[in-house]
T-cell receptor, first 110, second 115 residues
Framework: KQEVTQIPAALSVPEGENLVLNCSFTDSAIYNLQWFRQDPGKGLTSLLLIQSSQREQTSGRLNASLDKSSGRSTLYIAASQPGDSATYLC?????????FGKGTHLIIQP | SAVISQKPSRDICQRGTSLTIQCQVDSQVTMMFWYRQQPGQSLTLIATANQGSEATYESGFVIDKFPISRPNLTFSTLTVSNMSPEDSSIYLCSVVGKVGATEAFFGQGTRLTVV
């Protein structure tokens, strides 16, 4: 059974810093790795999807990488802004649904 | 991406009653899922909603407690039956779109409080 772990559980950084969120998974035979953002009391917004054959994906200030051999994915956020404050979730899975980590609660200090 | 509407967005219910949550998608999708997010926790998959047949439940979830319907490719319902305070959670509908697509999208969730 796939297990997904996210470190750190919480992170607070000043505005403008670059930061990295970490996600690890136990089963390297993953189908997809997807990163989401969740704002308080809201649903999930898909940020980036990395398919198993890919190594990274980029969208604006966000870059996600995938290393299946080590069971790790990272989400890099460049030039952080207060609006980036949210909980970031990574999830592994595919057509059978997703297994989620517990998330990283990110606060960007103005 | 798919636009997903969930109703209700929140509700406060008495223990022992049932609540049905609706999920409507603006386009036909291949897969629909229901997740639960307990307070302070991450998301846990409840079941896959199968069109025209019984849902596929994950370990720890049963049809009598969480009956699911999916009459067509754009609509599904989740019922939380005989509720107790432990059922207080956010319930989220998720879809995967076209055949061959793999990206999952989520509705805004239903925040349920059982008193």
């Amino acid at each position: 059974k796939q297990e997904v772990t996210q470190i750190p559980a919480a992170l607070s950084v000043p505005e403008g810093e670059n930061l990295v969120l970490n996600c690890s998974f136990t089963d390297s035979a993953i189908y997809n790795l997807q990163w989401f953002r969740q704002d308080p009391g809201k649903g999930l917004t898909s940020l980036l999807l990395i398919q198993s054959s890919q190594r990274e994906q980029t969208s604006g200030r966000l870059n996600a990488s995938l290393d299946k051999s080590s069971g790790r994915s990272t989400l890099y956020i460049a030039a952080s802004q207060p609006g980036d404050s949210a909980t970031y979730l990574c999830a592994s899975g595919g057509a059978d649904g997703l297994t989620f980590g517990k998330g990283t609660h990110l606060i960007i200090q103005p | 991406s798919a636009v997903i509407s969930q109703k209700p967005s929140r509700d406060i219910c008495q223990r022992g009653t049932s609540l049905t949550i609706q999920c409507q998608v603006d386009s036909q999708v291949t897969m629909m899922f229901w997740y639960r997010q307990q307070p302070g926790q991450s998301l846990t998959l409840i079941a896959t909603a199968n069109q025209g047949s019984e849902a596929t439940y994950e370990s720890g979830f049963v049809i009598d407690k969480f009956p699911i319907s999916r009459p067509n490719l754009t609509f599904s319902t989740l019922t939380v039956s005989n509720m107790s305070p432990e059922d207080s959670s956010i319930y989220l509908c998720s879809v995967v779109g076209k055949v061959g697509a793999t990206e999952a999208f989520f509705g805004q969730g239903t925040r349920l409080t059982v008193v």
